[in-house]
């Protein structure tokens, strides 16, 4: 079976960036199962697994447009220390939510001084190709369920 619209696909994959760091990876875990077709992966990658069957193994480089986005850099902020009152210690790295007109937004401390707090919005990969190493391992038909709810139902984690 390929890999298709209403398929499932478990495969796993080594993430890596320009620079060769290894930036995440299912190997010596479960392989990452997804249903094709429901935005469930980056687009970029959901295009490339597409025709692929179990035990295809393959490279793809994803652009950043195809990947986590662009990176805006009005979502980096300059915020006044006072503003993260009764939180003992800022250092770069730590995540927040913060909540705005726009709604909850994820942001992640970039640049701590004494007086202010750098914090980026954008997605931590943003603006980075995304190099995947990947391996099939099961392609299956996906449920009516499945494709009603838009995503993959496991064993035993059919709790909604
Ligand atoms: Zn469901």
Same mark, same amino acid.
Request: charged share 10%.
């Given at each position: 079976m390929q890999i298709a619209a209403r398929t499932v696909a478990s495969f796993h994959y080594t993430l890596t960036n320009d620079a060769g760091e !290894?930036?995440?990876?299912?190997r010596g875990r479960e392989p990452l199962t997804y249903l094709h077709g429901?935005? %469930?992966?980056v687009p970029g990658l959901e295009k490339a697994m597409a025709g692929r069957g179990a035990g295809d193994a393959f490279q793809v480089r994803v652009v950043p447009e195809e990947g986590y986005g662009a990176h805006h850099p009005q979502l980096v902020q300059d915020v006044p220390? *006072?503003?993260? *009152?009764? !939180?003992d210690t800022i250092e770069p790295g730590m995540q927040f939510t913060a909540r705005s007109p726009e709604g909850v937004q994820h942001v992640t401390v970039t640049r701590v001084t004494a007086d202010t707090v750098t914090v980026d919005? %954008?997605?931590?990969?943003?603006?980075e190709h995304l190099n995947f190493a990947i391996e099939v391992t099961e392609v299956r038909a996906a449920s009516d369920e499945e494709v009603a709810h838009g995503h993959v139902h496991g064993p035993g984690d059919h709790h909604h």
């Open positions: !290894v930036l995440d990876s299912s429901a935005g %469930n992966i220390r *006072a503003a993260f *009152a009764g !939180v919005g %954008n997605h931590p990969l943003a603006g």
